[in-house]
Nanobody, 120 residues
Framework: QVQLVESGGGLVQPGGSLRLSCAAS????????MAWYRQAPGKQRELVAAITSGGSTDYANSVKGRSTISRDNAKNTVYLQMNNLAPEDTAVYYC??????????????WGQGTQVTVSS
């Protein structure tokens, strides 16, 4: 079973920066599409950013231009650098791994989440 372990969350002041990390327990990581999602209290979980095995990236409009997703296949780790953070970025951030299976479906794994709180 794949394990995804997030780290790097915490309390940051508005305008500050954080880098989240997600380490995967499998080398299948290098063929997976990795993504960061977030869920604020009372809201649905939403996509923040995604990166394919080939390095193509996609961002939610709300973070575009101030966030960067990247991956290090040698370390089986995906990162999310977030800058100019605002209170509305406060949420639990989850790492997600997606791979294709032999049946033509998708295998999805989630991390346990890391809390990001933006407050003065």
């Amino acid at each position: 079973q794949v394990q995804l372990v997030e780290s790097g969350g915490g309390l940051v002041q508005p305008g500050g920066s954080l880098r989240l990390s997600c380490a995967a327990s499998t080398t299948i990581f290098r063929i997976a599409t990795m993504a960061w999602y977030r869920q604020a209290p009372g809201k649905q979980r939403e996509l923040v950013a995604a990166i394919t095995s080939g390095g193509s990236t996609d961002y939610a409009n709300s973070v575009k231009g101030r966030s960067t997703i990247s991956r290090d296949n040698a370390k089986n780790t995906v990162y999310l650098q977030m800058n100019n953070l605002a209170p509305e970025d406060t949420a639990v951030y989850y790492c997600r791994m997606q791979t294709a299976n032999l049946l033509g479906g998708l295998n999805i794994s989630w991390g346990q989440g890391t809390q990001v709180t933006v407050s003065s």
